[in-house]
């Protein structure tokens, strides 16, 4: 399924035009994409089910929380939508993002992991890198999601040592994979279906992370 060129066309123009009478005077128009938008989010969700657990999907809303933002602009410029995995046993989670001018792009991983399992994916890491280096530098892998990025502390995080072998992992506080897509991308007949196949290929990398954030280092079940 392809994402419909008016998705980008409206957002291009209320980007030039992002004030309340603006867009009231265009609420038809808008729902209407809304729609159409949501239609593609909800059959990446069925494809999404097909192989794998979803417990929640979320659209997100096209008015900006301004409260304590300097960016006072009433309006996305974009379509959000995240899909959650079943919790406790699986971890992880995925989100398309669908804006015009090249910048729409999907992402997977953790993206705020509270402080236990950010303390145990970093102890994991400190033990034994090797696994999760197999997984994240396998050819397959890295020519869907390329390198795995995300905000890091400057040396090394209370209780770890910066001269660790592992260290590039260990400071990481988020453990995100992304990929881009053009307009021409996101207009293809087959662009819902590549998204899916991409986030079917980041597999490998939830089974782990799942695994390790189930268990304790001794690798015995925390689940009840």
């Not at 291009?12 to 609420?27: G, M, Q, V």
Request: charged share 35%; hydrophobic share 35%; proline share 3%.
């Amino acid at each position: 399924m392809a994402i419909p060129k008016s998705i980008l066309d409206f957002f291009n123009k209320l980007e030039k035009n992002n004030d309340r009478d603006w867009f009231n005077a265009h609420k038809n128009e808008f729902k209407s994409i809304e729609a159409e938008a949501k239609k593609a989010y909800l059959d990446l969700n069925d494809m999404l089910s097909a192989h794998d657990e979803i417990d929640q999907f979320k659209m997100f809303r096209i008015y900006r929380d301004v409260r304590f933002s300097k960016n006072k602009l009433p309006y996305k410029t974009h379509f959000g939508g995240s899909f959650h995995r079943k919790k406790p046993e699986l971890r992880g989670g995925y989100y398309l993002h669908i804006q015009p001018n090249n910048e729409s792009f999907i992402a997977t991983g953790f993206w705020e992991p509270n402080k236990e399992d950010l303390f145990r994916i970093r102890k994991e890491f400190e033990q034994d890198d090797s696994e999760i280096r197999k997984i994240i530098t396998k050819k397959t892998f890295k020519n869907i999601w390329g390198e795995l990025v995300g905000d890091e502390v400057k040396t090394a995080p209370k209780g770890f040592s910066k001269e660790h072998k592992a260290i590039d992992l260990i400071k990481k506080k988020q453990f995100i994979f992304t990929k881009k897509y053009t307009d021409k991308e996101v207009t293809s007949a087959n662009f819902i279906k590549d998204v899916d196949t991409a986030f079917k290929g980041i597999r490998p990398y939830f089974d782990y992370m799942s695994d390790v954030l189930t268990t304790d280092l001794n690798g015995v079940s925390m689940l009840k």
